[in-house]
């Protein structure tokens, strides 16, 4: 069984929430912050308890590995730590790191961060130096179970300045048809195509009980206009759905990215890591947002039942979406 097996199922029993641990010292309550060793030893803290108070609201968890690189050799045991808690708990673990390099730097990459202190269960990946660059981590699909999600269209400002390029050579054949796409006409190809279409080759070569194939695609929900193509041309694609929240997504633009509620994992992260910074009561903690002295009264354990609160009121959000998209779709 892939890791993304694993992912299908948790998904089915807990929702398609994404806990995003892209975790700032600054998101700490600022008593906890104050009261710690570090700044490190804060977020391990803030971690935990995020960690214990959403692990059976949320299918599995994204950690930034930028957060804790910037804080040292510290912010790095933080990581590393971060990791083993997760596993200690069963929560399924994507290490949000991006490399792509190639040939033995990937090598080595993979088994950073597929072994050892930094372990987790699925990686990002940048697949702009060929498909070259993301063979060796597909490799412990193999060996190990472990997944993947490869950038194809992201949900960041600078998206277009690269992954909406328009490609002049001809689609494969099996896409063109417009898969998708109302009326079968077919639109532009442009560069995330040529990275889904690769993608969905791999797929078809490493594929596991439920359909999806070992490594699976980041695909943001920004783009509601795109939303259904792209899932209907993708079907066994998987994917890592940022953009929520913060960015603009809502649930009914994820919902399009998902296949009856599955098929995908819908990452947040400020919206939940933050929650406590505008919870309801949070006057009676003497967190106020007028009041920043009183703000230090806020401990991990009420920021931790605020991030819990935003992580089921965000999967609610989306089952919803989902039945009334399914509805709408009824003969």
């Known amino acids: 069984m892939y890791n993304m097996d694993k992912l299908f199922e948790a998904v089915a029993a807990r929702g398609p929430v994404c806990v995003g641990l892209d975790t700032a010292a600054d998101y700490v309550p600022p008593g906890e912050r104050q009261r710690a060793s570090s700044d490190a030893a804060a977020i391990l803290a803030f971690n935990k308890a995020i960690i214990d108070a959403t692990i059976d609201a949320a299918a599995c968890f994204k950690v930034?590995?930028?957060?804790?690189?910037?804080?040292?050799?510290?912010?790095?045991?933080?990581?590393?730590?971060?990791?083993?808690?997760?596993?200690?708990?069963?929560?399924?673990?994507?290490?949000?790191?991006?490399?792509?390099?190639?040939?033995?730097?990937?090598?080595?990459?993979?088994?950073?961060?597929?072994?050892?202190?930094?372990?987790?269960?699925?990686?990002?990946?940048?697949?702009?130096?060929?498909?070259?660059?993301?063979?060796?981590?597909?490799?412990?699909?193999?060996?190990r179970g472990k997944g993947a999600f490869v950038l194809m269209r992201t949900s960041n400002r600078g998206m277009r300045d690269f992954e909406y390029l328009e490609l002049k050579t001809d689609p494969p054949a099996e896409n063109a048809a417009g898969a998708g796409v109302p009326g079968g006409s077919v639109p532009p190809r442009r560069l995330y195509h040529a990275v889904g279409d690769k993608l969905a080759e791999l797929a078809g070569t490493r594929r596991g009980v439920y359909g999806y194939g070992a490594f699976g695609a980041v695909l943001g929900c920004t783009e509601r206009e795109e939303a259904a193509a792209i899932r209907g041309r993708y079907s066994g694609l998987f994917f890592l759905i940022p953009g929520y929240g913060a960015q603009g997504g809502a649930a009914d633009d994820a919902a399009l990215l998902l296949r009856k509620g599955n098929g995908g994992v819908v990452n947040a992260s400020r919206s939940i890591l933050k929650a406590w910074t505008a919870a309801p009561g949070a006057e009676n903690e003497g967190a106020a947002a007028d009041n920043p002295a009183g703000r230090d009264g806020v401990n991990n354990a009420f920021a931790a039942e605020a991030a819990r609160g935003a992580a089921l009121e965000m999967r609610d959000a989306i089952r919803k979406a989902v039945k009334n998209r399914d509805r709408e779709e009824e003969p």
């Open 64 to 143: 930034q590995i930028a957060c804790y690189e910037e804080l040292g050799l510290a912010g790095l045991e933080t990581y590393a730590r971060t990791l083993k808690y997760l596993r200690e708990k069963k929560g399924l673990v994507i290490a949000d790191i991006k490399r792509g390099d190639i040939a033995d730097t990937a090598l080595r990459y993979a088994k950073s961060h597929f072994e050892g202190d930094f372990e987790a269960d699925f990686v990002t990946l940048s697949p702009y130096m060929g498909m070259y660059s993301i063979e060796p981590w597909f490799s412990y699909a193999q060996s």
